[in-house]
């Protein structure tokens, strides 16, 4: 009987570590979603020194911190020239190792972005780390040694938004996915060796920032990924393109939810062609005359020379005339790819469209009228806040506080609008647990409200420093990367 007894104990013992220890592996957790599953109680109240488990000092960055096996891993800018990687053991915060590399002459990137942005991916063996001018990098988890190390090209951004681009895991692979404005692709490498399983030339598409997720299928896995003009359904197993649904706009900087084999977007994005003659028309050299010049495309440009490669497949593929400018159509047709020509925008009345909308995936080829489930335009989408999906309700918040929550069956909207209690600027998507939604402001207060379809403030929590990076839940505890600080908030 004490046998019996001894052995029951440490089955629901085992079965209770398994409950709570979920990780959260890449950026916004399981499949990117932002939903822990959970049932261990997350902190309600907290701030930068009450319900704190402890903290750690970091350099610049707006990556997420992530967590597996354990620890957390968390980038920083070391100084201007050095990034470095750590790992901190999730329990006591003590650092378990860190790694930094030199890199040296970045290119500047937006006020609002950090050399630092990307978030690494991790598992109970590895941790992969991306930086712009380094590639993807694998290293031991307990001990940070470098393991392999994939060249990326260094991404090319006209407008200097700068890099942001993350890892993905998927099986034994690690997918990647750049699209700049020179040579946009993913890629899917072996997680244990590093060798390239597929990759697809993603020419088609313009910069996009979102984050590719996984759909189970009927016919299988696929690997869904947002960007200009299509919404694409990988083979996750060879890199081929299953379907496409040309339902989607320019530029994409947020990253789908997947659930039960529904995909749920939210986009704002306007056009290119309209940012350059904008641009232009500003530019101490633009003469307003409703065209564009290279020496105006020059002269936006803040690093100060446009390369011939990006001429090349642009300027002069829109130049029809050969006159050495762009107007009209020309616009169009030199920003966007001749096999996808979404979201033409040169004649718009509107600076950007806005919509929610839900895709169903699986299928084969173009799947634009079979798998459009809704899509309705609304003015309250963020073109950089990924939207939450629980309980049947898709949350979106927009910059300023702005809180709109829309049914999923239908997409119908869920009740008014809602300012939150914290008016600032919004670049750390919302992410669920325990009943509760945590939503991070610039200005650094973290507010904590009840999964429902009502407006209920549950806290709001000053942590004392900007944060623009998605926090991470693991293990009971929330991990909050400010701008300066890792900070472990539970009980």
């Not at 869904?224 to 496409?244: C, F, S």
């Amino acid at each position: 009987m004490k046998i019996i007894d001894y052995i029951t104990c440490f089955i629901v013992s085992v079965c209770a570590a398994a409950v709570s220890a979920e990780d959260w592996p890449q950026f916004r957790g399981p499949n990117s979603s932002g939903v822990s599953t959970s049932k261990v109680t997350l902190p309600t109240q907290f701030n930068s020194s009450d319900n704190v488990k402890w903290s750690a000092n970091l350099g610049d960055g707006i990556g997420s911190p992530v967590v597996a096996n354990g620890k957390v891993f968390v980038a920083s800018m070391i100084d201007d020239d050095h990034v470095g990687l750590h790992a901190f053991d999730a329990a006591s915060g003590k650092e378990i190792w860190a790694q930094q590399w030199h890199t040296p002459n970045l290119i500047p990137v937006h006020k609002t972005n950090s050399q630092c942005a990307t978030t690494p991916a991790a598992d109970d063996d590895r941790v992969y780390f991306y930086f712009s001018t380094l590639g993807l990098i694998a290293l031991d988890a307990s001990t940070g040694k470098q393991q392999w190390k994939h060249d990326i090209p260094t991404p090319f951004f006209v407008f200097r938004w700068g890099p942001a681009m993350s890892p993905t895991l998927y099986k034994d692979k690690v997918i990647f996915l750049q699209d700049d404005d020179l040579n946009p692709s993913i890629v899917a490498l072996h997680r244990e060796t590093g060798e390239v399983a597929w990759r697809d030339d993603r020419s088609d598409q313009a910069v996009n920032y979102s984050h590719p997720v996984i759909s189970k299928t009927d016919s299988g896995d696929e690997i869904i990924v947002a960007g200009t003009g299509m919404l694409i359904g990988y083979n996750p197993d060879t890199g081929e393109r299953k379907w496409h649904a040309r339902v989607l706009l320019r530029n994409i900087k947020t990253t789908p939810v997947v659930e039960n084999g529904i995909v749920y977007i939210s986009v704002q994005s306007g056009g290119i062609a309209n940012q350059w003659l904008a641009s232009a028309d500003r530019a101490e050299t633009g003469d307003s005359n409703g065209k564009l010049s290279k020496d105006e495309m020059h002269a936006i440009v803040p690093s100060g020379r446009v390369p011939d490669a990006f001429f090349k497949k642009t300027f002069d593929r829109g130049d029809l005339n050969k006159d050495g400018y762009l107007e009209g159509e020309e616009l169009d047709i030199a920003f966007l790819h001749p096999d996808n020509f979404a979201g033409a925008r040169f004649d718009a009345k509107e600076a950007a469209d806005e919509y929610v909308m839900a895709v169903r995936s699986g299928g084969i080829g173009d799947v634009t009228e079979s798998h459009l489930l809704w899509k309705h335009p609304t003015k309250y989408t963020d073109h950089i806040v990924s939207p939450l999906v629980s309980n049947g309700r898709m949350l979106l918040i927009k910059g300023g506080g702005i809180r709109t929550v829309f049914d999923t069956k239908k997409g119908k909207s869920l009740g008014r609008q809602t300012r939150i209690q914290n008016t600032c600027e919004y670049f750390a998507s919302p992410i669920v647990g325990d009943g509760k939604i945590y939503i991070a402001g610039e200005n650094g207060v973290v507010v904590v409200l009840e999964d429902s379809n009502e407006y209920k403030v549950l806290a709001k929590n000053d942590m004392g420093d900007s944060i623009l990076a998605t926090p991470a839940i693991a293990d009971g505890s929330l991990f909050i990367r400010t701008r300066s600080k890792l900070i472990c908030v539970g009980k």
